[in-house]
């Protein structure tokens, strides 16, 4: 399997700050990472996919970029519901390994 | 509107065998995969496996083979989940969602609500 990793495990922000993730594969998977969303008791929400193309309806505000191994998920403004677990994953293999998560939360 | 409705929470025994589903529609149900993910209680997200409910192809993530078994009825266009034998280890809530293009392997766009599956003596 291909092991994603992600960084950090959580953190804290203030509102309108700038929040950066990163997430790193084992191995080369080109573009085939997607990053999600998910709210407590709430099932997952795509968010960003193919590394850094903007899921119909998503805000701006949220963004990705890289290829190969290493990747960046981006908020640029941080705004209170935007309070949430975020997951990389990829599917360049089966089977679509996720990130272990980043919790985010509002200082 | 697409979307996936799974069935309700279920309370289990060890021992005991369960099968969960997984309801499209809004769309072709044979022509997208259907995947399941796991997610432990304050863990992340497992991809469990996934199925083409238009010839039952399945493909499994080695973890799980074994364990659990996925099946589709193209004919209610409901995919299952199910176990023979539950742990208390399978406690989880568990998650269908469907690929956004008709490929094995893709952006998850459309997720069910989740099934919570609880396994206590």
Same mark, same amino acid.
């Given at each position: 399997? !291909? ?12 509102? %309108? ?11 080369? !998977? ?7 969303? $998910?709210?407590? %008791? +709430?099932?997952? +929400? ?19 970029? %890289? ?15 935007? !309070?949430?677990?975020?997951?990389? $994953? ?16 509002? +200082? | &509107?697409?979307?996936?409705?799974? /069935? ?6 060890? @021992? &005991? ?8 529609? #809004? ?14 209680? #304050?863990?992340?997200? &497992?991809?469990? #496996?996934?199925? =083409? ?6 493909? =499994? ?13 193209? /004919? ?7 176990? /023979? ?8 809530? =568990? =998650? ?15 997720? @069910?609500? @989740? ?7």
């Amino acid at each position: 399997d !291909i092991q994603m990793t992600q960084s950090p495990s959580s953190l804290s922000a203030s509102v %309108g700050d700038r929040v950066t993730i990163t997430c790193q594969a084992s191995q080369d !998977i080109s573009n085939y990472l997607n990053w999600y969303q $998910q709210k407590p %008791g +709430k099932a997952p +929400k795509l968010l960003i996919y193919d590394a850094s193309n903007l899921e119909t309806g998503v805000p701006s505000r949220f963004s990705g970029s %890289g290829s190969g191994t290493d990747f960046t998920f981006t908020i640029s403004s941080l705004q209170p519901e935007d !309070i949430a677990t975020y997951y990389c $994953q990829q599917y360049d293999n089966l089977p679509g390994t996720f990130g272990q998560g980043t919790k985010v939360e509002i +200082k | &509107e697409v979307q996936l409705v799974q /069935s309700g929470a279920e309370v289990k025994k060890p @021992g &005991e065998s369960l099968k969960i589903s997984c309801k499209g529609s #809004g769309y072709s149900f044979t022509s997208y995969w259907i995947g399941w993910v796991r997610q432990m209680p #304050g863990k992340g997200l &497992e991809w469990m #496996g996934i199925i =083409y409910p238009g010839d039952s192809d399945t493909r =499994y993530s080695p973890s799980f083979q074994g364990q659990v078994t996925i099946s589709a009825d193209k /004919s209610i266009s409901t995919a299952y989940l199910q176990w /023979s034998s539950l742990k208390a280890s399978d406690t989880a809530m =568990y =998650y269908c969602a469907r690929p956004k293009d008709r490929v094995v392997i893709a952006a998850f766009d459309i997720w @069910g609500q @989740g099934t919570m599956v609880t396994v206590s003596s």
